[in-house]
């Protein structure tokens, strides 16, 4: 603190900043001025340098030793700290510029039906804060805000971690509006193998995975992505509770399927976090593997891939052998290099998905 502040233009007065003058103006020492103010020399030696509030107490003494209200060197603290808190204020406000800079207002209009409230950015920012439930936007700067970076994720920008963050933000408020029962890891198993039954039930999958991934204490939610989140999931315990987020970003099904395995892998082995694109380690390895076997049961696949025909006909077979959806099969060939990724034929049996549950 000091006597006084200035920012933009204006001045913020300190009280000590008026009590200075009148002892340059009794002609007292400071000491002598604090003896009669019945305080000690390090007390007003601290309130004038600005170092401490003017307390009741001492609004008394200099109210009664100098012949005025106390309300009148309270009003001179009560308008400091005004000042000093706009000023404060008007300094977060520009850090949070640069943080909105990350963001495209546009994807909160589009999928979240905000205002346009075009060129008004401090008032996108208020409603953005606003519904994030942050008091500034700074915080989405930092890592490990709502859930944990993994150790692999070290290329990281303040633009990947803002825009992380936001989603996690607005996955982790959604699911603390639904009521569910406290997780239970055996029925979320039994969730999980039922969801294994739906991947072929393009339109109506999602209301079943969600309903019984619920009655497991599972809270599933699907978020529109934002560009450059760099994220493809995030898990993380909510009291009795556990959040499963993934994105659209990859709209076919077959990477949908794989990425929400791979988050269900992640809760399997008590590993909780944001998963992000192009991330190693051996948590990530773990979590790949159960999404892979789970998928498609690796025996079945070993002997699939003996065979050597991976022809339309061939993948619709063992499709319906495992009871999959043949994209599954088909983006486990191409990842595993048996399929080439612009192979017209089989990039038919490829479907999208363009999922946006309301939020």
Not at 38 to 67: F, Y
Not at 103 to 126: E, G, S
Not at 163 to 181: D, H, S
């Amino acid at each position: 603190m000091s006597k006084y502040i200035e920012f933009d233009g204006r001045i913020a007065f300190h009280p000590a900043y008026y009590i200075e003058e009148i002892i340059e103006q009794s002609g007292l020492t400071q000491e002598d001025f604090a003896k009669r103010l019945d305080t000690t020399p390090k007390n007003l030696s601290d309130l004038l340098k600005g170092e401490q509030r003017l307390s009741v107490d001492m609004a008394m003494k200099l109210s009664r030793m100098l012949g005025t209200s106390i309300n009148y060197w309270l009003n001179l603290q009560s308008n400091y700290d005004a000042l000093m808190a706009e000023f404060d204020y008007e300094k977060e406000l520009e850090k949070e510029r640069k943080i909105f800079n990350h963001l495209d207002y546009k994807y909160f209009v589009d999928n979240f039906n905000f205002p346009a409230l075009p060129r008004q950015i401090n008032k996108q920012i208020t409603v953005v804060r606003k519904f994030l439930d942050v008091s500034t936007l700074s915080v989405l700067a930092k890592k490990n805000l709502a859930v944990s970076f993994r150790s692999s994720a070290t290329d990281m920008t303040e633009a990947n971690i803002v825009k992380a963050n936001t989603m996690v933000q607005i996955a982790v408020n959604e699911a603390l509006k639904i009521e569910a029962p406290k997780f239970d890891r055996k029925k979320f198993q039994e969730a999980f193998n039922y969801a294994l039954t739906l991947t072929d039930r393009h339109d109506e999958f999602y209301r079943l995975v969600y309903n019984s991934f619920l009655e497991a204490g599972v809270k599933f939610i699907v978020l529109p992505n934002i560009k450059g989140s760099r994220t493809n999931g995030a898990t993380k315990r909510l009291g009795d509770n556990i959040l499963l987020m993934v994105n659209d970003r990859r709209q076919y099904s077959d990477t949908f399927w794989f990425t929400l395995f791979h988050e269900i892998g992640h809760i399997m082995n008590g590993d909780f976090g944001i998963s992000f694109e192009n991330e190693t380690g051996e948590e990530e390895e773990i979590a790949d593997r159960f999404a892979q076997d789970s998928l498609i049961p690796p025996e079945k696949y070993h002997e699939f891939i003996l065979k050597g025909n991976f022809d339309v006909d061939s993948i619709k077979n063992f499709s319906l052998q495992i009871g999959r959806d043949p994209a599954i099969v088909v983006g486990r060939l191409q990842n595993d290099h048996f399929l080439r990724f612009d192979d017209w034929e089989t990039k038919s049996l490829r479907q999208r998905y363009s999922i946006r549950p309301a939020i």
